[in-house]
């Protein structure tokens, strides 16, 4: 067997393994987001936050220490630390608040909008071109948007607002940890969890419900599914091109259609399919855009 095919079918194996773990960590997370919003009809968002932060963090710890613990005290730009930590934070709570009072394929949607809001603010924020045809996505996605919110209809509420809210602070979180490129991964998800863990400390006792043993489990396992879903999406960007694997998140939106479905009882309106569709649609055309131009400015250098 000669060391080109040898080479071909390593570097396939090694695409496939990627795209796997993409899809397996969508799929953690999809879990992640029924049993949220299955626990947020009894607890309030900043008691499942505590308990989701205190797991992750159980789950973090050893990462934090394998291969020499990083000084967590000396990171740079400390500023705009701060800002993604409350970011960060904000995006998580509006979420367990958003899935409690709408359909979880409704927030997913908004949610899937944040590629398009982070195109939109790259060139003033990061410096980063967006070509004609980007901008024309970015448009589109948009239009998507206010389908979904059916302005006009009666179902303009607040959750809906909310669930806006948690996305634009996830899209900026995004763009910010671009802007925190030299700071190592687990510094930046430990300080992310440390945040959530204050702010749900101090939301907490707001309406604190006494958990019973399996709803102790069930939101400890939170912390726990999610971090497992974040290595997951982690390892397959370091094992496949962006270009192959960061499509595959747009599964959540089926994910979160099927389970919604099966387990609330929830159908999709048809303005919200249709604009879910073009959200969809233009968040590709904003992703390929992106990987294009990024491999293209690989290739000069």
């Known amino acids: 067997m000669s060391v080109a ?9 090694t695409i496939g393994l990627g795209i796997f773990m993409m899809f397996f960590g969508d799929f953690m997370f999809a879990v992640n987001d029924i049993m949220g919003k299955w626990l947020a009809d009894t607890y309030s968002a900043g008691q499942i936050v505590l308990v989701r932060s205190l797991a992750a963090l159980a789950i973090l ?7 020499g613990a990083p000084n967590l005290f000396k990171v740079e730009k400390p500023r705009l ?26 927030v997913m949607t908004f949610y899937l909008a944040g590629p398009i809001y982070i195109a939109a603010m790259s060139p003033l924020l990061l410096g980063e071109r967006v070509s ?40 900026m979180m995004v763009v910010q940890s671009r802007q925190l490129r030299a700071t190592p991964d687990r510094v930046l998800v430990f300080w992310q969890t440390v945040g959530a863990l204050v702010v749900g400390a101090v939301l907490a006792p707001f309406g604190w419900v006494t958990p019973s043993p399996v709803d102790l ?3 400890a396992a939170l912390g726990v599914i999610s971090m497992t879903a974040h290595l997951c999406i982690a390892r397959s960007l370091k094992l496949a091109p962006a270009a192959v694997v960061a499509p595959i998140q747009y599964t959540l939106l089926l994910w979160a259609i099927l389970f ?4 609330f009882g929830d159908r999709p ?27 293209a400015r690989a290739d000069a250098d």
């Open 5 to 13: 095919l040898l080479t071909r079918r390593t570097v396939g194996s």
């Open 217 to 219: 489990a069930m939101l």
């Open 260 to 263: 919604g479905w099966l387990v």
């Open 132 to 171: 004609v045809r980007q901008w024309l996505a970015i448009a589109v996605g948009f239009v998507g948007v206010v389908l979904v919110l059916r302005p006009g209809s009666g179902s303009l509420s607040w959750p809906a607002l909310v669930s806006i809210g948690g996305s634009l602070c996830y899209a």
């Open 81 to 106: 630390q701060l800002s993604r930590v409350v970011l960060a934070t904000g995006e998580l709570v509006f979420f367990y608040v958003a899935v409690r009072f709408l359909p979880l394929a409704d």
């Open 61 to 67: 710890a050893p990462l934090l220490l394998k291969g």
């Open 269 to 295: 309106h048809p303005s919200m399919l249709v604009g879910a569709a073009v959200i969809v649609v233009a968040g590709l055309t904003v992703v390929g855009g992106r990987n294009r131009h990024n491999g």
